[in-house]
């Protein structure tokens, strides 16, 4: 604990409290990440469980991004490798989950420069 000034103390009681919740969603991440793996492995599992137990994970891995839990990168890297060891077993992709994408998802699906009316300039 923090000796010295009130905001001391007080960043570090946050920090407790931030490194607590951190340590769940990560845990929970791992937890999803490993049911969905598990999925791909075992048999009886449907084709349709395997894909909702990825989009959970991937849904789970975005927002552990954009909460900055864990890196971008990461979780991009994380994502990957589940969505590859999926088509492996040659099940069809889910739909992507979006979450955490920021501006630039805004801005690719934004209508193209070409489609909007061209200005009149001054006469």
Excluded at 12 to 18: L, P, S, T
Excluded at 33 to 48: I, L, M
Excluded at 104 to 117: D, G, L, N, Q, Y
């Amino acid at each position: 604990m923090a000796k010295r000034t009130a905001s001391a103390k007080k960043q570090a009681r946050a920090g407790v409290k931030r490194s607590a919740r951190n340590r769940a969603i990560r845990s929970e991440v791992k937890t999803k990440v490993v049911k969905a793996r598990r999925s791909y492995t075992e048999s009886p599992v449907a084709e349709s469980d395997r894909a909702s137990l990825t989009v959970e994970a991937i849904r789970s891995l975005d927002r552990a991004a954009a909460k900055g839990i864990v890196h971008r990168n990461n979780a991009a890297r994380r994502k990957a490798r589940l969505m590859r060891q999926l088509v492996r077993l040659g099940v069809s992709s889910p739909a992507p989950a979006t979450a955490g994408r920021g501006k630039k998802a805004s801005r690719a699906t934004a209508a193209p420069a070409a489609a909007a009316p061209a200005k009149k300039g001054k006469k």
